[in-house]
Nanobody, 121 residues
Framework: QVQLVQSGGGLVQAGESLRLSCAAS????????MGWYQQAPGKQRELVAV???????NYAASVKGRFTIARNNAENTVSLQMNSLKPEDTGVYYC???????????????WGQGTQVTVSS
């Protein structure tokens, strides 16, 4: 069974840094876009950053210059380095990956279990 498992997160003060990681495992043929989404309290899940299979990236305007997304295709992992954290960064962060499992004709969207990030002032 293909799955995404997240690690990282926690409680930090404003201005501090945090790193989230996500690893895909199972019988995988290929992985396309990977990304991170944030669900803030009382809000919908929103895109934070995405990275294509070739390394191209896109960021939400609110995190541009502070967050960095990266992937390691050999390890099937994606990370999010979060610097200069602000209270509005607080929320549950979900890892996303578009994965084609082995012996499957098309890709499937997978989500991690979610990781809480809390930033205090």
């Amino acid at each position: 069974q293909v799955q995404l498992v997240q690690s990282g997160g926690g409680l930090v003060q404003a201005g501090e840094s945090l790193r989230l990681s996500c690893a895909a495992s199972g019988s995988i043929s290929s992985i396309g876009t990977m990304g991170w989404y944030q669900q803030a309290p009382g809000k919908q899940r929103e895109l934070v950053a995405v990275i294509g299979s070739g390394g191209s990236t896109n960021y939400a305007a609110s995190v541009k210059g502070r967050f960095t997304i990266a992937r390691n295709n050999a390890e099937n992992t994606v990370s999010l380095q979060m610097n200069s954290l602000k209270p509005e960064d607080t929320g549950v962060y979900y890892c996303y990956a578009y994965i084609t499992p082995t012996r499957v004709v098309g890709g499937i969207e997978y989500w991690g279990q979610g990781t809480q990030v809390t930033v205090s002032s």
